[in-house]
C-alpha cells in the first residue's frame, strides 16, 4: 500500500492559529487567554482551599493587568502597529472600489447577465458603463 505519511492535524491547526497573529495585540491577546486558562485549569483540578485559591484569582488579575500595562505601553511606544491593519484594509478597498468601476467589469457583469437572463426580458437599448452608469445605445 503506497500512502505518504501525512501531517498531524494538530500541526495544521497550530498553524492556522498562529498564522492570525498579525499583530502584537493579537498576541498579547492569545497570551493571555493562554496563561489565563491554564492557571484557572491548574486551580480547579488541584482542588485547592478557599484561601488558596484567592490567591489564584489574584494572580489571574495582575497578570491580566500586566497585560493591559503592556499593550498600553506598546500602543504609546509603537502606535504604528495598531493602525497598520487599518491602513491595508483601506487599499484593499480602494483597490475593490477601482475593480467594480472598470469597464472590465462592467462587461463581465453585461455577459453574465446576457447568459443568465432571457433575452425577452433584457432592454438592449441600455448598457452599463463602468461607475454603474446606464447609457442609450443609438
Known amino acids: 500500500m503506497d500512502s505518504k505519511p501525512t501531517k498531524p492535524a494538530a500541526a495544521d491547526e497550530r498553524k492556522g492559529i498562529l498564522g492570525h497573529i498579525s499583530s502584537p495585540l493579537v498576541f498579547f491577546a492569545l497570551a493571555l487567554l493562554v496563561i489565563e486558562s ?24 495582575f497578570l491580566f493587568l500586566a497585560d493591559i500595562g503592556a499593550v498600553t505601553w506598546m500602543a504609546i511606544r509603537w502606535p504604528q502597529q495598531l493602525i497598520a491593519e487599518h491602513k491595508e484594509d483601506l487599499r484593499r478597498s480602494v483597490n475593490m472600489v477601482d475593480f467594480v468601476n472598470s469597464e472590465a467589469f462592467a462587461n463581465y457583469l453585461e455577459d453574465k447577465i446576457a447568459r443568465s437572463v432571457r433575452g425577452d426580458c433584457l432592454r438592449p437599448e441600455v448598457r452599463l458603463t463602468a461607475g454603474g452608469d446606464h447609457e442609450r445605445k443609438a
Open 38 to 61: 491554564g492557571i484557572g485549569a491548574a486551580a480547579a483540578l488541584a482542588g485547592l482551599a478557599s484561601s488558596h485559591f484567592v490567591y489564584v484569582v489574584l494572580i489571574m488579575a
